[in-house]
């Protein structure tokens, strides 16, 4: 039991919360073609990083 949560990869939860920070706070500026892009966009970031927090500290408590 030890060796099978010693060789889980650790951190992906907390790379998808911070790409999806990024992705929520700094594309809608970079692209600014029209609403509905930019609202998919902060939706997309807002998933991705509701993906990490599941990940890192939601699944953990099952």
Same mark, same amino acid.
């Given at each position: ?6 060789? !889980?990869?650790?951190? #992906? ?8 920070? &990024?992705?929520?706070? *700094?594309?809608?500026? =970079? =692209? ?5 892009? !930019? ?6 970031? *807002?998933? &991705?990083?509701?993906?990490? *927090? =599941?990940?890192? *500290?939601?699944?953990? !408590? #099952?």
């Amino acid at each position: 039991m030890a060796h099978s949560e010693h060789n !889980r990869p650790k951190g #992906t939860g907390i790379i998808l919360i911070a790409i999806g920070i &990024l992705i929520f706070f *700094f594309a809608p500026s =970079y =692209y600014k073609q029209g609403l509905i892009e !930019r609202v998919i966009i902060i939706v997309l970031g *807002f998933v &991705l990083g509701g993906i990490g *927090f =599941y990940i890192s *500290f939601l699944k953990k !408590r #099952t």
